[in-house]
Every structure is written in structure tokens, then in C-alpha cells.
T-cell receptor, first 116, second 113 residues
């Protein structure tokens, strides 16, 4: 079974630009969560999508947005990039059921975003 | 609010045992996860505790005390490949009945020969 894939793996942008990151979950997984990881802050929750609906959101400004498509693939968009947005962006998918194994999140390799 | 604390760094010797502690303060607690993350790689699932007690999985064990807001990850017979960051994450139920996973900053473990 293929794992979670994220594209692109690396991205360099300049301040003020916008960026779209993509995540394809494991086949059959309906929940996709996005996280920002920086050395100082660790893993910070951005948002979670389930069946094309955002059902959880972290404490990030409105410049960070996302969506999920009917095939469960998800995109994350950051507008008006700032230097502080440089980070590793990870997405994770899960079955989102109630069993122990169903809530386990499987992470993708991440997209390393550098804002200059 | 939500707060998760774990030591920033730890060192240990190959073959030894190491315990990584995690304390948390959260409302709507609904389980605690431990993840391992090697440098430059994605986090991988290690363990999940929702009830008090010890869960053992080979060389790794995880303990939870909900009344104390405390968990630890125990690594036995340490190997060099265990050098990684270990992330404690608490799952909490928020308004609407949905769960959110809140991560600690991680503990960077260095295993020396």
C-alpha cells in the first residue's frame, strides 16, 4: 500500500508570494491533517479535513487555508508569505475511525518551504 | 489551554535503558501518542495509550497516568539507530466532538557507543 505523498518536496519562495502544497493520503483514508514544523516550535497543528470539510483548525492566521477534494487529496495554501513561514509542512492521514489503529496518523515526508 | 512538556535533549549509551517523560495539561483528554522522528524524515507511530498503565511493544514501552497528566516512553537495549527525536502528542476532544492532536516540542535522543 502506498504511503502518504506530498508535493513538492522542496520549495523556495520570496516574501509576499503565495504557495500551494499538495498531499495525497493513503488509499481509503478520509482524514487529512496538516502541521507546521519548525526547530523552535515543534509540530504545530494547522487544520484537519474529513470528507471535504474542515472540522478542526489550529491557531494560525487566515493566510493559511486548505481544502480537500472528493478523492481525499488535500491542498494547503499560504498567501502573502512571510519569512517566519519557512518550515517543514507535514500532512498526515488516518482512517479516522474509533478503533485504536484507525486513529493512528501516517505522516508524509513533508514539504520544506523556504521563504527569502 | 493545552500544554505539553518534555525534555529538550537526552543522551544515553548503546545497550542501556532510557526513559523520556512527558507531562501534559489539557481538557477533553482522549489518548496520548508517541512518535519517533529521525532527522529529515517524517514522524512514525510508536505507541498509543488511552487507559492508565503500561503498553509494551518489543524494546519500547509507554506508560500513562491520566490523573497525573504524565506519560513516559521507555526504550530498552538502546541501539545507535534509536538516535532520533521522540514526540509526545495528546489527543483532545474539542467542541463539535472532533479530535485534535497537540504535539510537544520533542525530545532529541543521542545514543553513544
Amino acid at each position: 500500500k502506498a504511503g502518504v505523498t506530498q508535493t513538492p518536496r522542496y520549495l523556495i519562495k520570496t516574501r509576499g508570494q503565495q504557495v500551494t502544497l499538495s498531499c495525497s493520503p493513503i488509499s481509503g483514508h478520509r482524514s487529512v491533517s496538516w502541521y507546521q514544523q519548525t526547530p523552535g516550535q515543534g509540530l504545530q497543528f494547522l487544520f484537519e479535513y474529513f470528507s471535504e470539510t474542515q472540522r478542526n483548525k489550529g491557531n494560525f492566521p487566515g493566510r493559511f487555508s486548505g481544502r480537500q477534494f472528493s478523492n481525499s487529496r488535500s491542498e494547503m495554501n499560504v498567501s502573502t508569505l512571510e519569512l517566519g513561514d519557512s518550515a517543514l509542512y507535514l500532512c498526515a492521514s488516518s482512517l479516522a475511525g474509533i478503533g485504536d489503529r484507525e486513529i493512528e496518523q501516517f505522516f508524509g515526508p513533508g514539504t520544506r518551504l523556504t521563504v527569502l | 489551554g493545552q500544554n505539553i512538556d518534555q525534555p529538550t535533549e537526552m543522551t544515553a549509551t548503546e545497550g542501556a535503558i532510557v526513559q523520556i517523560n512527558c507531562t501534559y495539561q489539557t481538557s477533553g483528554f482522549n489518548g496520548l501518542f508517541w512518535y519517533q522522528q529521525h532527522a529529515g524524515e517524517a514522524p512514525t507511530f510508536l505507541s498509543y495509550n488511552v487507559l492508565d498503565g503500561l503498553e509494551e511493544k518489543g524494546r519500547f514501552s509507554s506508560f500513562l497516568s491520566r490523573s497525573k497528566g504524565y506519560s513516559y516512553l521507555l526504550l530498552k537495549e538502546l541501539q545507535m539507530k534509536d538516535s532520533a527525536s521522540y514526540l509526545c502528542a495528546v489527543r483532545s476532544v474539542f467542541s463539535g466532538g472532533y479530535n485534535k492532536l497537540i504535539f510537544g516540542a520533542g525530545t532529541r535522543l543521542a545514543v553513544h557507543p
